[in-house]
């Protein structure tokens, strides 16, 4: 690619944009509401210490890999794989993986509007059971505490009631009632849709827009929102976090103590190692194009290898002090209910929509509280929204540059559009079983398998001295060789034992206690494939495509992992590192 065109293409004002930006994309709502319950699983503090390692073996390596030829070329994962054609299909298949991923996360966003709409009421609608979506069995806490059963109500009250289909005769909390029977009206199976929930879809509609005029222009605007964006959070995680300190300090402690207190024997356990390095992996964002996305619009001699080894230590700390946010919220919420703090931790929207909604109702001015908890998990998911539709503009722009280029904005309004329509799906009354089947297969089978043939490919097709020759391009000098030995062996095979483990370890998809027919399941594998199918198709198109016919296959599969004409440096090198980079090309 030409200066004039990479120019035309676009990059970030200055550093603090990126990384604003890659902070915005890798702390999303996995800090707020996977990290802290997998970590109090797997140990507590102790899990900590796999789950560093993992970041130094995997995280690092395949983060500082997925930049450094984003970067080198100025281009996109739809694109960037001309440095080795025969693996182009990686590409298409994370532009699909984060097609699908923007769709069900769009939905998010619209749930969180929804509760900070609903924060604004005099009293907020989760705290009583006097409401029209109110059963026989909600309870307030407290209620009948001389029982001698109380005890196991309240419990039943903090759990998160996800079985919703299987257990209505157990008591509930108003907040459970409001998050299953307002939010989200659910229904008793993915067999019955229902209605579409016309509030969720006005939300769903402002989630939207909001992630359009953040990107209308595409980096001149993202780039200045994103120095909002991914600090507001950390300002509100401290507050949040100051206030349940004081608010009630032996809650708070019992709290922080249950996550941070390390269990050393479990130390011992592999699935303890396996799940650190899924969420290692899912944290960090590698397989699903949105680093490269962002580092494409890096200046060519931007220091990549100081942003790889500090990005992901900023993730790690981030989500250690979510979970610190978590838990004291969570102790708080166990002390004044009298039972153990390990009765009511819970992982995914259980956390976000009914265990911190009833915390901060509990808080002095529960509405300031409230406004300001589901603004920043609004936020939080906002971050990533925009880096996935910029995916997916990025695919685009890279593959048509003429024909889109000056279509930019009309372009991610038509992005925002379509990820809006294939989320009404998943905002109907059974519209929470189909966002956790694309969920559970998107995440479990397909990003361990594209970031572990992206690493091999481009480690052993294209080539450890290859990407060592563009990184002293770029940053003037060449990093360590440990590097090398990491991309050829350690990562592979860490991210293949983790890929295997995960297949092992495979149960299907279940929503609460509520399983789903065979049918669904089967849908979920279609999901799964839909991402890794063009890898294939890359595979045997590029090798038919490649050289003349009557060359043999070994002939032509050597000239498809070799980089195209297209394949330059995003700005002129020297001409001494030029002469020095044709010697391996």
């Given at each position: 690619m030409s200066n004039d065109e990479g120019v035309q293409r676009g990059n970030w004002k200055n550093w603090w944009e990126f990384l604003f930006s890659v902070v915005g994309s890798l702390v999303g709502l996995g800090n707020i509401w996977r990290f802290p319950y997998i970590c109090y699983k797997n140990g507590g503090g102790a899990f900590l210490i796999p789950y560093f390692i993992i970041m130094f073996l995997c995280g690092m390596p395949l983060m500082l890999l997925e930049m450094s030829f984003a970067q080198y070329s100025n281009l996109g994962p739809g694109k960037v794989w001309v440095c080795c054609p025969l693996f182009k299909g990686i590409g298409h298949g994370m532009i699909v993986l984060t097609g699908i991923i923007s769709t069900y996360y769009n939905v998010i966003l619209a749930w969180a509007l929804y509760y900070l709409g609903m924060s604004f009421y005099p009293q907020l609608p989760w705290t009583s059971c006097n409401n029209d979506w109110n059963t026989v069995h909600c309870m307030l806490r407290g209620m009948n505490t001389s029982s001698p059963n109380s005890s196991l109500l309240v419990e039943n009250h903090l759990k998160n009631a996800t079985n919703v289909a299987n257990h209505t005769d157990m008591p509930r909390t108003p907040a459970e009632e409001f998050w299953e029977r307002n939010v989200l009206d659910v229904s008793d199976g993915i067999d019955n849709p229902g209605g579409i929930r016309w509030q969720l879809l006005l939300c769903l509609l402002a989630s939207s827009l909001v992630v359009f005029f953040c990107l209308f222009k595409g980096i001149k605007t993202s780039g200045k929102v994103v120095y909002v964006a991914a600090t507001v959070p950390y300002l509100f995680l401290l507050t949040l976090f100051i206030r349940g300190l004081t608010f009630n300090i032996d809650g708070a402690v019992k709290g922080l103590g249950v996550f941070l207190i390390p269990r050393w024997e479990d130390l011992l356990k592999f699935s303890v190692w396996c799940d650190a390095a899924v969420q290692m992996i899912f944290s960090a964002g590698i397989g699903i194009g949105g680093i490269s996305t962002l580092a494409s619009y890096s200046s060519f001699n931007n220091n990549i290898f100081r942003d790889a080894m500090i990005l992901p230590i900023l993730d790690v700390l981030t989500s250690v002090f979510a979970g610190c946010v978590v838990f004291v919220t969570l102790g708080v919420m166990a002390h004044e209910a009298g039972v153990p703090v390990d009765k009511v931790v819970d992982s995914g929207p259980g956390i976000s929509f009914i265990a911190y909604p009833e915390a901060v109702s509990k808080l002095p001015f529960p509405q300031i509280w409230a406004v300001l908890f589901f603004f920043m998990l609004f936020i939080v998911g906002l971050d990533s929204q925009m880096v996935h539709i910029q995916t997916l503009t990025a695919a685009l722009l890279d593959n048509f540059p003429k024909a889109l280029?000056?279509?930019?904005?009309?372009?991610?309004?038509?992005?925002?559009?379509?990820?809006?329509?294939?989320?009404?799906?998943?905002?109907?009354?059974?519209?929470?079983?189909?966002?956790?089947?694309?969920?559970?297969?998107?995440?479990?089978?397909?990003?361990?398998?594209?970031?572990?043939?992206?690493?091999?490919?481009?480690?052993?097709?294209?080539?450890?001295?290859?990407?060592?020759?563009?990184?002293?391009?770029?940053?003037?000098?060449?990093?360590?060789?440990?590097?090398?030995?990491?991309?050829?062996?350690?990562?592979?095979?860490?991210?293949?034992?983790?890929?295997?483990?995960?297949?092992?370890?495979?149960?299907?998809?279940?929503?609460?206690?509520?399983?789903?027919?065979?049918?669904a399941v089967g849908i979920g594998w279609l999901i799964a494939i839909s991402s890794l199918v063009s890898i294939p198709v890359g595979i045997i198109s590029t090798l038919l495509n490649t050289g003349d016919n009557s060359e043999p296959l070994l002939q032509r599969f050597r000239h498809s992992i070799r980089p195209t004409q297209k394949w330059k440096p995003s700005r002129q090198p020297s001409l001494e590192n030029l002469e020095m980079r044709k010697t391996l090309i």
């Open positions: 280029n000056k279509w930019n904005t009309v372009l991610t309004g038509v992005l925002c559009l379509v990820s809006f329509l294939l989320g009404i799906p998943c905002i109907t009354q059974g519209g929470v079983y189909v966002l956790t089947l694309i969920d559970w297969y998107c995440t479990s089978v397909s990003v361990m398998l594209l970031a572990l043939i992206e690493v091999t490919s481009l480690a052993w097709c294209y080539g450890v001295d290859r990407i060592y020759k563009d990184l002293e391009m770029m940053i003037g000098y060449r990093p360590n060789p440990v590097w090398k030995i990491m991309w050829l062996c350690i990562s592979p095979l860490v991210v293949l034992l983790i890929w295997i483990v995960s297949l092992v370890r495979y149960s299907p998809v279940t929503y609460g206690e509520y399983k789903y027919p065979t049918y």
